[in-house]
């Protein structure tokens, strides 16, 4: 079965950055939509951002013009670029992939903390 594998988390400062990635592995992958999901301890998980295998981006409020999200179909693997990261940024962000036959897949979430 196909598995979604997130890397790339740890410890940051304010104003510092993170790189997020993903790795789908599998065969026979048709991933339609892959995506970022964060949630922090009492608080419901939230969508951060997603991206088709066409291209097509949605970013929430909060993240848009800091993070930037990418997507490599070749290597199916999605990528999170977070810029001018916040402590509000705390949380474990997870994976999400969307296959065309209507599957839905989660990774098993990284941690991301910033704090001074």
């Known amino acids: 079965q196909v598995q979604l594998v997130e890397s790339g988390g740890g410890f940051v400062q304010p104003g510092g950055s993170l790189r997020l990635s993903c790795a789908a592995s599998?065969?026979?992958?048709?991933?339609?939509?892959m995506g970022w999901y964060r949630q922090a301890p009492g608080n419901q998980r939230e969508l951060v951002a997603t991206i088709t295998r066409g291209g097509s981006i949605n970013y929430a409020d909060s993240v848009e013009g800091r993070f930037t999200i990418s997507r490599d179909n070749a290597k199916n693997t999605a990528y999170l670029q977070m810029n001018n990261l916040k402590p509000e940024d705390t949380a474990v962000y997870y994976c999400?992939?969307?296959?065309?036959?209507?599957?839905?897949?989660w990774g098993q979430g990284t941690q991301v903390t910033v704090s001074s």
């Open positions: 999400n992939a969307r296959l065309f036959n209507s599957n839905t897949l």
């Open positions: 599998g065969s026979n992958l048709s991933i339609y939509v």
